[in-house]
């Protein structure tokens, strides 16, 4: 041994300490068996002594552990694979892929009627049977002023539609000019054909955060608002059924009715 020292002897040194602990070579300062080069990172691989512990986080035996882990989980998973479908040495079960046939027959307990929901009133049916038809059928009684919807308006729709109609940041409302080949923009004055389909999407959907909110005559108010900023209606106009029917929008002559049969042909 170089410079005289046993690291390996118990009770002499750093090797004979951990050895007496019950622990294998240590690396000393001169190394294991007094050869140079110190790892000081280096701790101890544990022995088969009863009771020796670790001497501290960083040495092997949690690496240890964890090879051993690895492993076991890898010799369980060979075993699995390797083991038998049918251990008991017998047939399998045949299996098949075809689903099982369904059976539309309620179970024998079942009432005859469940009792879901309730008739359909007349009441009921109104309450949904709202739609407007272009020539103003189906338009509730009521009425509502230009001055009246300027003030609907800047409570629920000037924040989605902007002051004016045309500011947004959702769908412009306002929009005025002559046809080329194509519309000047598709906001109501030059685009929708039938001022009746105002009132009817406005009753259906509008505000957006509250949809149906509005009363018929609220209703009127707000149309006959629009209308006006579109230059459709003076400002002292009062809008009711007849009225709203009556009106003739600019683009109603760039329409036309989709008379098709069947075929891809359309009136020209």
Not at 173 to 188: C, H, M, N, Q, Y
């Amino acid at each position: 041994m170089k410079r005289g020292h046993d690291p390996m002897k118990a009770g002499e040194g750093s090797g004979g300490a951990a050895a007496s602990a019950g622990f294998g070579p240590v690396r000393g300062p001169e190394g294991i068996d007094g050869r140079a080069g110190c790892d000081p990172d280096f701790r101890a691989f544990p022995s088969k002594a009863p009771g020796a512990r670790s001497p501290g986080p960083r040495g092997t035996m949690a690496s240890g552990g964890r090879r051993g882990l690895f492993a076991g989980i890898a010799l369980a998973a060979f075993v699995a694979a390797c083991a038998p479908e049918n251990p008991s040495g017998g047939e399998s079960a045949p299996t098949t892929d075809a689903a099982p046939e369904f059976d539309p027959s309620l179970p024998p307990h079942s009432p005859a009627r469940f009792g879901f929901g309730s008739a359909a009133s007349e009441e009921r049916i109104a309450r949904w049977d709202i739609d407007v038809k272009p020539d103003g059928e189906g338009l509730p009684p009521g009425n509502g002023s230009v001055a009246e919807g300027a003030a609907i308006y800047e409570r629920s729709c000037m924040q989605c539609h902007g002051p004016t109609g045309t500011e947004g940041p959702n769908d412009r409302l306002v929009a005025t000019g002559s046809w080329d080949e194509w519309p000047p923009g598709r906001a109501i004055g030059a685009f929708w054909p039938w001022a009746t389909t105002i009132f009817d999407y406005t009753r259906r959907a509008m505000p957006q955060l509250e949809p149906g909110t509005l009363t018929d005559d609220e209703t009127y108010a707000v149309v006959a608002y629009i209308l006006h900023l579109n230059g459709l209606l003076p400002a002292d106009a009062v809008l009711d059924a007849p009225a709203l029917a009556a009106i003739e929008m600019p683009a109603r002559d760039r329409f036309v009715p989709d008379n098709r049969t069947g075929g891809s042909e359309i009136r020209e």
